[in-house]
């Protein structure tokens, strides 16, 4: 069984269903990318690992979220609380959300270690300054007693990452780590949070709208559109043979190196808003391949290959 | 087309100003440092850098928005600081600019018709409200969306179609040069493939010259016919095509930071931990030599100039060169 497994996941805020049915596994030493348009719900699903759905008045309506072999829904709140911070960890896309301004971010990090481990305040500190290290903080021990706004986004988002390793968790559930920073800044903190997978046998669950991240970074993908998933397999794959209209489209949304101008084209129209979600597919609006089937049942998510695919005509079924 | 340049840059400087205050020591700051550029008329010339590097000054001072602290811009040959306002906003009417968010710069109350619509207005040009209403109609129409549109509140639209919205503004009064300041930053990848290929379709329907800002290296390769390199307020690298070999190693280290979308090619990025220096305290020579891994002793002495070439470069070791030489 894998660290995290999730089950027929959907979510519920009001009298709208957001995310529907997601399935979802990742492992110690694995990076597992949830990727999707703004509006798939892949945000929503992050708060639901982390259990902090209440906070925007959504629940869980249905499905499990088993992590190291205990599931999550059916267990009193305080117990997601306590595996917060400490085995499962969050790392979001803006690190001033994660942030004090008026505190050091050596003691921000100082506090999740005396928190979650325990450590007097010499230990906490010592431990700080090696995860400081391991981020490739130049000056550690100066950095440590700086304020967040004297340090560069790149740097504050180092720092958010390492709070959240400072609890040595088991998972990370990183939201858009990288988009609000530099190009050359970016590459450097996703093959940092590679690295980590790597080194420290941690899970990561990364959560992108950029294809190009999950081709550099994720082991396993899982595509969604408008709250269901729309593919899901081994990145060689999803890239190599993408079975969904969808996740071929979404491929060819990035210009690759020598495409001819005028050969872009985008997915035409828009994610539908969750409060028109039609009964049928969901990508068919939008769909080059749409038939009469697709306007009128939802497909299932069926198996091809090492993948799993929800689609009427998939690409390549025979290939 | 022609490479006669619509937009000139002669040894632009532009300084800002920190501080001074009761207590705070005045700190200058210089976006952008001795620049010289020619933007040619009919073709899509991108700018790329990071954050700081003084592409959205350069924007800002290509429309005559901020004036120079030295040097001079040219619009057709005319100095943009030289002008009378009268003849500023007459010119102003050919050199129009799209933003990243174009909301940012029009009342949110107003229906998406009269934000078309306010630039007609503001160059005092009168029409009757059926002309008017057409106009509308057919700019709504050129930039994909329905003329129905034009009665929509802006918190209706979605991202791509608010930046639909901004293009049909900045076309509204016929400009010959446009300036895209990151016109796809904040939109989904899909929504930015669309606008993108939308640009290109208004460019040579309307003959535009387009001066595109941008981030995104891989974007800026496809998009543009010439690609101008920044780096903290400086031009490091003018690409003379988007296909030309590499010459300066920030442009390199740019290019090997795009994340390929192909997991069969995985990049080994380097582990380097450098970031972009303050643009307060300039290094005395090469603003990049701090971060660059070829960087020797006079490229933290002497700063590099733009070599005259056909593909310009200001570097004391272009890549070209140290490639030669191994």
């Not at chain 1, 990035?254 to 990508?283: A, K, M, W």
């Not at chain 2, 040009?125 to 969306?145: C, K, N």
Request: proline share 7%.
């Amino acid at each position: 069984m894998a660290l995290l497994e999730v089950e027929g996941l959907t979510i519920g805020i009001g009298r709208f269903t957001p995310v529907e049915g997601v399935d979802l596994a990742v492992d110690r030493g694995e990076v597992l990318g949830l990727v999707g348009e703004s509006g798939s719900g892949k945000s929503l699903t992050a708060m639901a690992l982390m259990g902090l759905l209440p906070l925007i008045r959504g629940e869980v309506r249905s499905g499990s979220i088993v992590f190291d072999g205990v599931d999550l829904t059916d267990r009193p709140p305080d117990l997601h609380r306590r595996l917060r911070g400490r085995r499962i960890a969050l790392v979001t896309q803006n690190p001033m959300t994660s942030l004090d301004p008026i505190r050091t971010v050596g003691a921000q990090i100082d506090e999740v270690s005396r928190l979650h481990r325990g450590l007097d305040a010499r230990s906490a500190r010592a431990r700080s300054l090696a995860l400081m290290d391991e981020m490739r903080i130049p000056r550690a021990s100066a950095v440590h007693g700086q304020y967040p706004h004297q340090l560069s986004g790149g740097m504050k988002q180092r720092i958010v990452i390492a709070m959240a390793l400072a609890g040595d968790p088991d998972l990370v559930v990183a939201d858009e780590p990288t988009t609000a920073l530099d190009v050359t800044v970016q590459a450097q903190i996703v093959r940092l949070m590679v690295d980590l997978v790597r080194d420290r046998g941690l899970a990561l669950v990364l959560i992108t709208h950029d294809m190009g991240v999950v081709a550099q970074a994720c082991d396993r993908v899982v595509v969604l559109y408008a709250g269901r998933i729309a593919e899901t397999g081994p990145v060689e794959t999803i890239f190599a043979a993408p079975h969904h209209p969808y996740t071929r489209a979404l491929i060819g949304c990035i210009p690759t190196e020598g495409q001819r101008r005028g050969t872009l084209i985008g997915i035409p129209g828009q994610v539908p808003s969750l409060v028109d979600y039609p009964d049928h597919c969901r990508f068919a609006p939008r769909c080059a391949a749409a038939s009469a089937t697709c306007t009128s049942a939802a497909p299932a998510l069926d198996a091809i290959g090492a993948s799993r695919v929800a689609c009427f005509h998939p690409l390549g079924r025979d290939a | 087309m022609s490479d006669r340049p619509i937009l000139r840059f002669e040894s632009v400087v532009r300084d800002f100003s920190s501080g001074g205050g009761w207590f705070g020591e005045r700190r200058v700051l210089r976006a952008v440092n001795a620049v010289d550029l020619k933007v040619p008329a009919g073709r899509v010339t991108g700018v790329v850098g990071e954050s700081g590097c003084g592409k959205s000054t350069l924007a800002r001072l290509a429309l005559g928005l901020i004036r120079p602290s030295a040097g001079r811009v040219l619009f057709e040959g005319e100095d943009l600081a030289a002008q009378s306002r009268g003849r500023m906003r007459r010119l102003r009417a050919r050199m129009q600019m799209v933003f990243q968010d174009p909301y940012s710069s029009i009342d949110p109350r107003w229906a998406v018709g009269d934000a078309i619509a306010e630039p007609f207005q503001v160059q005092g040009i009168r029409m009757s409200r059926a002309e008017r209403a057409a106009r509308i109609a057919d700019l709504l129409a050129m930039v994909g969306l329905d003329p129905s549109q034009a009665a929509s509140l802006p918190h209706h639209l979605s991202g791509g179609q608010k930046q639909r919205v901004g293009i049909a503004r900045a076309l509204a009064l016929e400009p010959s040069l446009v300036v895209l300041d990151e016109p796809t930053a904040s939109l989904d990848v899909s929504i930015q493939a669309q606008i993108i290929a939308l640009l290109e379709g208004l460019k040579a329907r309307l003959d535009l010259t387009y001066l595109f800002i941008s981030h995104d290296l891989g974007l800026v390769r496809y998009f543009c016919d010439r690609i101008v390199v920044m780096y903290l307020g400086s031009v490091v690298e003018i690409l003379p095509s988007p296909d030309a070999e590499i010459r300066h190693p920030y442009t390199r280290a740019l290019m090997d930071s795009a994340f390929v979308p192909d997991p069969t090619r995985r990049q080994r990025l380097t582990r380097a931990t450098g970031e972009i220096s303050s643009a307060f305290d300039l290094p005395p020579g090469c603003a990049y030599a701090p971060r660059c891994p070829h960087a020797v002793q006079r490229c933290r002495i002497e700063r590099p100039r733009l070599d005259p070439s056909t593909h310009p470069v200001a570097c004391h070791l272009p890549l070209d060169r140290a490639g030669a030489r191994s």
